[in-house]
């Protein structure tokens, strides 16, 4: 038999693990993956156990080696991963301390607060290239230090969830320099290093940053002979640092020069673009992109619910819609969408706001919250539905907006990527909202061919220039419609007007509901 030179990619995310087998010419040979959930355990609050995404990694790959079969070839192993906020707390063994406060936490705005207000702010944002929130890992890092002092003692390195896996499955201990830069502020953007100075004004030891800061394709270390049993890999299998998952899935989809620009729809909605300057003014976020990451910068922003604010609805309000999509073994998205697709642009008057866990990038609002406007007597799932599709559009096109003012030019096309990209109805508004056409590159197209590519460099299957053509490629999927531009357009500023609106009673609520917690129940 002849085998097939492969190589596995690998993307831990936020509620699934996914991993793919793929060839020299990117053909997907097996898939599997791995799914979990968020630890929400107060509002505001988002943490996952280390050791649930090594278990969902394995399984993940050993679903897709078996799948692709005796044939596949394997010679390398790339991961990529979610933001890991905090990173893991791990001891000098490696072995976890505590959950890790994942991208989505926002329980650090205390400290997030006491840095703008105490510390040298300005010089903290020209030093990493970003801004000071709650969002970024070093917040908290820092609440951490302050709220769970015993874990902070014992704590050796702070890792990405990427680094953590590769640790477990190499015994080397390094961190790429996507993950690093996407912590913010202890990463010197310029020097593509950890910024000593920064680390100090914030009291983080500089020992809990690994100090073996790697390109993403650059192969940190060899697989182990009891995880290779484990996973059906060879022993002393070459495994690469791999990334972050939004960098990776932007590789995937082929963008590796300025003016490239594309939207990954999954848990939450990520539009980045390839450039070689910050540009934290507009409120975008920066780090080195996985590929040519010290030359290039991903700079991104986007929502922090999209793909989880559908989940939301779903699972609050549709309960019957998934019990007749179990009876008719179908999906119960499309149930809804169909209901949705018959409702006219504008939802008939309902507006959402998608800031169901605060808002990042370019809004910058913990406090921020979810809201439906305009709501009837007459209005049924399907105008709620179609709501939170326009709510995400209009997300995506106030982050491109913010882009595009520091970009020196953005390609007319927008290619998209993620879950979302099974919903023709989705692209469709999208493309109208935005004014843009609509590319897609189908299902695969996502962090872990990122990562399955970066394991190709890694060992010279794939060279620069096969990366830059790319593995995949992209077909329209939806152009913007004359009729609909226009009524989205005014829909858009009206979105845009209502968050402005409604800020001072967001926060006022959010103030209220924390003092709700705190007080003695009724009758108590």
């Known amino acids: 038999m002849r085998r097939v030179p492969c190589v596995v990619g690998v993307d831990i995310g936020t509620q699934s693990t996914k ?20 630890d929400t355990p107060q509002p505001g609050w988002a943490q996952q156990s280390a050791d649930v995404w090594l278990e969902a990694s394995v399984a993940s790959i050993r679903e897709a080696v078996a799948r692709a079969g005796a044939a596949a070839a394997v010679q390398a192993l790339g991961i990529s991963s979610l933001g890991g906020g905090a990173g893991v707390p791990v001891d000098g063994s490696g072995t ?21 207000q105490h510390l040298d702010a300005r010089r903290l944002r020209a030093i990493s290239g970003n801004g000071i929130d709650s969002f970024y890992g070093f917040t908290k890092m820092l609440w951490l230090r302050d ?12 890792l990405s969830p990427n680094s953590y896996v590769n640790l477990r499955l190499t015994g080397t201990l390094a961190m790429d320099h996507s993950s690093a830069g996407n912590i913010g502020a202890v990463y010197d953007i310029g020097r593509r290093a950890w910024s000593t100075e920064a680390l100090d004004m914030l009291g983080i030891p500089a020992h809990l940053m690994p100090q073996r800061l790697l390109p993403s394709s650059e192969v940190i270390g060899a697989l182990q002979p009891r995880w290779a049993a484990r996973l059906g890999l060879p022993a002393g299998l070459p495994v690469v640092a791999g990334g972050v998952d939004a960098s990776a899935a932007t590789l995937a989809a082929g963008a590796t020069r300025p003016g490239q620009h594309v939207a990954m729809l999954g848990t939450s909605m990520c539009w980045g673009t390839i450039r070689q300057r910050v540009d934290a003014d507009h409120g975008l976020v920066s780090f080195p992109h996985v590929f040519n990451p010290l030359q290039d910068l991903y700079v991104f922003g986007g929502a922090m619910t999209a793909g989880g604010a559908i989940s939301w609805f779903r699972e609050a309000f549709c309960q019957d819609e998934a019990r007749a999509a179990r009876e008719q073994s179908a999906d119960v998205h499309a149930l809804l969408e169909a209901q949705a697709a018959a409702v006219p642009p504008g939802s008939d008057g309902v507006l959402f706001l998608p800031y169901l866990m605060g808002e990042r990038s370019p809004v910058w609002d913990a406090q921020a919250s979810g809201s439906f406007i305009g709501l009837r007597l007459t209005h049924g799932k399907g105008e709620l539905y179609r709501s939170v599709l326009e709510g995400i559009a209009f997300a995506l096109r106030q982050t491109i907006d913010a882009g595009a003012l520091g970009a020196e030019a953005l390609d007319e096309r927008l290619l998209v990527v993620g879950g979302l990209t099974r919903s023709d109805l989705c692209m469709q508004l999208i493309a109208d909202t935005c004014g843009r056409p609509v590319a897609t590159m189908g299902p695969e197209v996502e962090a872990p ?7 190709a460099l890694g060992i010279g299957m794939l060279d620069e220039a096969g990366a830059r053509a790319g593995w995949a490629t992209a077909r329209v999927r939806a152009e913007p419609l004359a009729a609909n531009v226009g009524r989205y357009a005014e829909l858009y500023r009206q979105y845009r007007a209502a968050y402005r609106a409604l800020r001072p009673v967001m926060h006022r609520l959010r103030e209220l509901g924390c003092a709700g917690r705190t007080a003695p129940a009724a009758g108590a």
């Open 19 to 38: 991993a793919l087998v793929v060839d020299a010419t990117g053909r997907v040979l097996g898939t599997g993956a791995a799914a979990y959930q968020v």
């Open 96 to 116: 976890p301390l505590h959950p890790c406060l994942i991208w989505m936490d926002r329980r650090a705005q205390r400290e997030a607060a006491f840095v703008e």
């Open 147 to 158: 709220h769970e002092p015993a874990v902070w003692a014992r704590t050796r390195h702070l």
């Open 449 to 455: 061919l990122g990562a399955a590519m970066l394991a």
